[in-house]
């Protein structure tokens, strides 16, 4: 690959996936063209749907302007031949479009790399299931299934039982997070998947008769059609409850059927190295939620909303259990009393019913009494069945919980308590189906215990009574300026200016005391009353629902402590577990510090917050820390922060020894590269030793979220990828680097952050370069998420990580990722250290995974589209800026390519589904960036153009095609 170039097609890789996957988007994309032609047309012209026979260009479609036309016909020239002239003709081409049909060539492109996308997406699932059934080896080294990964510990000297074990107090908690820049629209990503379940069909086609194959063909060219027709632009900012309905929504239609199949393929892959299955209350994997509960800086975020979220995903909870139970009424109908606990519990039933009955004056019966009577089961068919009994009673609880949580959730008072209880916890609910569980393996019918009944089970334990557990997080100084209100009430001045020890030694005092600290009509400021609220609210509510309070920009003990007590004075009898994050690069290095100050602190260490809600797993006592990894690659390049990142892992994992402490480390990633994100199995690997213990914690993002967990297949596959890294990483933990790597990877770190801030924080006028050559502005009007871009007011230092990284890679650019990287490499090669650096790449996975990862990025770098932003937009003062920017990609590409041996950017047969998904994608986003910078330069010439409308619509397409084609927004 050249460097610096547009698009590079990795001719030297064509196989047969290329193959498939190119024959696959161009089946969607004829389908789609036919449903476009379909427009005002009879119904002979819509069902004629012989993709072999259709066409895959523009013709012959009304509604597509001719100019759109025309950019087609040259941007399909252009990707056979990308060179500078064609590139030109692109550029001269769209000068000559008006807004409207820029408008809707964007809207094109979106579409067709939005196909590119869920093909691409259906093949992963395509090729692991081939994997899977022994036709094919994996090509990467960013995952391995389950049989692979017990070999490999087999190999190493691990038995199975050990194996086993390890599995069994195994736990990943994936937390899902809003995204601040989430650009695609739920309604549209509901469709992607009936799209991608077409797909699927499609693959197993040869099984559907001819009129099952035409029916399948017009769904989905109607849902085709359906997306066409979608506004893809939101006209209003989504609500934290929005937000919070979609995570929701993405549990209840992929991941509450993938769950149980990704526990059926664990115990098949157990009884293939001859171990029992799991226990059921064995938790592989749980669920965490920021959405609605993420208040750091962001004001909508309140304590009633908050409350009312709570008792959202308790509905949605309570009404996946109730189909469950639903369905379960019609497999369990067995004439038997069933086991002597079954019928004692059938008693208690009848027992609480007749007092209830006598209570209330109603008439006393002896038998269980189902209120749900509008239903097709009910308790008077079913006297005999001894089963279908308890289940009415359990679905009765469930029908109450929905009413209950339901009514919560819409802000109406809640219900009175009274007669038949809802659910209050977990553990009532798997009490209540164990008992059935237990009876019919007592009873002689374990067969029919191990279905869907055990489905339920493992369910129920993973997800609880919410679904998702909900993390609280707030900023330090929020709490900070709760207790300056509290101590300047009593006359103890303001704690703010206090000292860290005069903090700590109050802080630790009051913990102790047993009097109430702050009155209840503290006169304070509104920002602080939401505070106390929300502590207010978590008592109130109790902390089952809840996971964990971090809290962001922790920089010294006394904010952990601070927490701690305002937990107490508000009344909360079991304590949400505190964590901290630390996000700087200082903050990072200050970490261990801090949390060996908070060791050394006897209430605390006496006190810790109470263990992950995980049966099987139980650790005590243990402490959880979160790890920022966007700010740290915003404040120092993404070099320093990870080598940052990795020191600050070590030096905890080894204060928590001495201390006999458990670690549990909690891993803020992003979805782009920049702010953590990339293969996920790759990074676990490549963690510290001890690091990972059998526990992770780690956050999903927005359209991360859509990308690994939108289908029920594609989140079956992550769980595996995600059970069998954790697995790996706790027992063949990598070896720790010789001084010879960490002395090299110190310098490397050290020459990166010099050069990148030289570059982004020490040149003038940097920031205003930033601002004209990306889409930063802009982006501030497009209605993407809940919170706002910036924390406050001020330069590139008060802008959050997010949108920083979002504007890079709108233009491609990708800056923050490699700026600095380039420098620092060429230094060591200049020093005859370049020898040692390809053996730290091919001998220590941290240093192999952060070059790689690298290495993607710049695959997906486009010097021509970035160096097309700054030519159309760019002020000529501010241009000479830039010249730094691509020498140092020059020297990062250049630098990459020597540690590596390879002549070209992601040129091994480890990196073929990275080659695979670039090869579909990049062809498309070359127009789209066109479109969208000269979206840009019309919007800025005038203030309040007559089409600022249709342009600020088609800037607003632009974006969502950029991310669709990078695979990431920020």
């Not at 012209?45 to 993709?51: A, N, Q, Y």
């Not at 006169?523 to 008592?539: G, N, P, Q, W, Y």
């Amino acid at each position: 690959m050249s460097k610096g170039t547009s698009n590079s097609r990795f001719t030297s890789f064509v196989d047969a996936d290329f193959f498939l996957l190119s024959k696959d988007v161009k089946f969607i994309r004829t389908v789609f063209l036919q449903a476009l032609r379909s427009e005002g047309a009879d119904e002979a012209t819509f069902r004629k749907l012989d993709p072999d026979t259709l066409s895959d260009r523009l013709d012959g479609i009304p509604s597509i302007p001719d100019a759109v036309r025309g950019l087609f016909e040259i941007s399909i020239a252009y990707e056979s031949d990308p060179s500078d002239k064609s590139f030109k003709a692109m550029h001269n081409h769209v000068q000559t479009m008006n807004a409207n049909d820029i408008k809707v060539a964007a809207r094109l492109y979106l579409e067709m790399l939005n196909h590119a996308n869920l093909v691409e997406r259906n093949h992963r699932v395509r090729r692991w299931r081939e994997v899977k059934r022994g036709e094919r080896d994996i090509q990467s080294k960013s995952s391995q299934t389950l049989q692979q990964t017990f070999k490999v510990l087999l190999d190493s000297g691990f038995t199975p039982e050990g194996i086993r074990n390890a599995l069994v107090s195994q736990n990943t908690e994936l937390v899902f997070t809003a995204h601040p820049t989430q650009a695609a629209r739920r309604s549209v990503l509901n469709k992607n998947s009936r799209v991608s379940e077409f797909l699927e069909k499609q693959d197993n086609s040869n099984f559907l008769t001819p009129v099952q194959k035409n029916e399948m063909l017009h769904d989905l060219q109607a849902t085709l059609m359906s997306i066409w027709r979608t506004n893809p632009v939101r006209r209003h900012k989504p609500t934290p409850e929005d937000e919070s309905r979609y995570g929701l929504s993405v549990v209840e239609q992929s991941i509450w059927e993938a769950l149980p199949e990704h526990y059926h393929a664990v115990d098949y892959a157990l009884k293939e190295i001859g171990q029992p299955p799991l226990p059921i209350d064995c938790c592989l994997l749980t669920l965490g939620s920021w959405m609605g509960g993420d208040r750091d800086g962001n004001p909508f975020v309140t304590a009633e909303l908050t409350r009312r979220v709570v008792h959202l995903s308790k509905w949605r909870a309570a009404q996946l259990y109730w189909g469950e139970v639903d369905k379960l009424l019609w497999d369990l109908s067995i004439a038997s009393r069933g086991s002597e606990a079954l019928q004692q519990k059938l008693d208690d039933i009848a027992g609480e019913s007749n007092v209830a009955g006598k209570a209330t004056g109603a008439p006393v019966i002896k038998k269980v009494v189902s209120v749900a009577a509008m239903h097709w089961q009910n308790a008077h068919e079913h006297s005999g069945e001894a089963y279908r009994q308890l289940l009415l009673h359990i679905r009765d609880r469930l029908t109450k919980t929905i009413t209950y949580a339901s009514d919560v959730a819409a802000g109406k008072p809640a219900p009175p308590m009274t007669g038949l209880l809802p659910y209050t916890t977990t553990e009532q609910l798997a009490s209540d189906v164990f008992i059935i569980y237990n009876s019919l393996h007592e009873c002689g019918d374990g067969i029919l215990a191990e279905g869907r009944l055990k489905d339920l089970l493992r369910r129920i334990h993973c997800f609880g009574l919410s679904l998702t557990r909900l993390d609280i997080r707030q900023e330090s100084t929020r709490h900070a300026d709760a207790m300056d209100a509290v101590t300047s009430h009593l006359g103890l001045g303001e704690y703010s200016t206090w000292k860290e020890e005069t903090k700590v030694q109050y802080l630790t005092n009051e913990l102790h005391s047993q009097r109430p600290l702050i009155p209840k009509d503290l006169k304070c400021s509104d920002a602080v009353r939401e505070v106390l609220d929300t502590f207010d609210m978590i008592a109130e509510v109790g902390t089952s629902p809840f996971g964990a309070y971090v809290i962001s920009m922790t920089r010294s003990a006394s904010d952990v402590l601070a927490v701690r007590l305002l937990q107490k004075e508000a009344g909360v009898k079991e304590h949400m577990r505190v964590v901290p994050l630390f996000e700087t690069k200082e903050d990072l290095e200050n970490a261990p510090g801090c949390m060996e100050l908070l060791f050394n602190n006897s209430w605390y260490k006496a006190n810790l917050s109470s263990p992950p809600q995980v049966p099987n797993v139980g650790w005590s006592p243990h402490q959880e820390v979160m790890l920022g990894y966007s700010d740290s690659a915003k404040d120092a390049g993404r070099l320093a922060s990870v080598w940052g990142l990795h020191k600050a892992q070590e030096a905890l994992v080894k204060i928590s020894q001495n201390h006999k402490i458990k670690l549990n480390l909690f891993h803020g990633r992003g979805g782009s590269v920049g702010r953590g994100g990339g293969p996920q199995y790759l990074a676990t690997l490549s963690q510290p030793a001890g690091s990972v213990q059998g526990w992770m914690r780690v956050t999903v993002q927005g359209e991360v979220i859509d990308h690994y967990f939108g289908l029920s297949s594609i989140a079956s596959h992550t769980m595996e990828r995600y059970t069998t890294s954790v697995l790996q990483a706790t027992l063949k933990p990598p070896g720790a680097p010789s001084e010879e790597y960490r002395v090299i990877m110190e310098r490397l770190s050290e020459a990166s952050c010099a050069q990148y801030r030289k570059i982004v924080y020490e040149t003038p006028m940097f920031v205003d370069y930033f601002r004209a050559a990306t889409p930063d502005f802009e982006l501030k009007g497009l209605n993407l998420g809940s919170r706002p871009a910036k924390r406050k007011q001020g330069g590139i230092e008060t802008l959050r990580a997010i949108p920083w990284m979002f504007a890079w890679t709108q233009t491609r650019l990708q800056l923050p990722v490699w700026a600095g990287v380039g420098a620092a490499i060429q230094a060591e090669i200049a020093a005859g250290n370049l020898a040692t650096l390809q053996a730290m790449y091919k001998e220590w996975p941290f240093f192999q995974s952060t070059v790689e990862l690298l290495e993607m990025v710049l695959a997906k770098t486009n010097k021509r589209i970035a160096g097309y932003y700054e030519k159309l937009l760019v002020p000529g003062e501010l241009q000479s800026i830039s010249k730094e920017v691509w020498d140092e990609l020059d020297r990062t590409m250049d630098a990459i390519q020597k540690v590596t041996g390879r002549s070209e950017l992601l040129g091994s047969e480890d990196n073929s589904n990275s080659r695979l998904a670039i090869s579909t994608r990049v062809p498309l986003v070359d127009p789209i960036n066109v479109l969208q910078a000269n979206v840009m330069s019309r919007l800025r010439q005038e203030d309040n153009p007559p089409s600022y409308q249709e342009l600020f619509d088609a800037f607003a397409i632009s974006v969502q095609g950029v991310a669709a084609g990078m695979g990431w927004t920020g």
